[in-house]
């Protein structure tokens, strides 16, 4: 089982990207995105659960970031959206052990990281 995220980039601020992941095998696990700033923990931005009707956020990203799932493709995504220096980070999605998901500690699974870069 594997996971790939893509879709990382340059953006300026107050820009969008969609980032996406490749999910092979994880169709029924909760799934999350973290992301990591140079000198900073990884910190939890946003998860969803397996049916995809229950989403939750970080509070620094709330109503400006979206996860979503197609369970058909296989695929996790991560819409951002008003996007801030801050928000600057390598994004990393992952495959949560259970229903817990805030602690990089409840993944079981994680895939490479895509870098976001936002420009002021």
């Known amino acids: 089982v594997q996971l790939q995220a893509s879709g990382g980039g340059l953006v300026q601020a107050g820009g969008s990207l969609r980032l996406s992941c490749a999910t092979s095998?994880?169709?029924?696990?909760?799934m999350g995105w973290f992301r990591q700033a140079p000198g900073k923990e990884r910190e939890f931005v946003a998860a969803i659960t397996w049916s995809g009707t229950s989403t939750f956020y970080a509070d620094s990203v709330k109503g400006r970031f979206t996860i979503s799932r197609d369970n058909a493709k296989k695929m996790v995504y991560l819409q951002m959206n008003s996007l801030k220096p801050e928000d600057a980070a390598v994004y990393y999605c992952?495959?949560?052990?259970?229903?817990?998901?805030?602690?990089?500690?409840?993944?079981?699974?994680w895939g490479r990281g895509t870098l976001v870069t936002v420009s002021s």
């Open positions: 095998g994880f169709s029924t696990y909760t």
């Open positions: 992952a495959a949560a052990y259970g229903s817990r998901y805030k602690s990089p500690n409840d993944y079981r699974q």
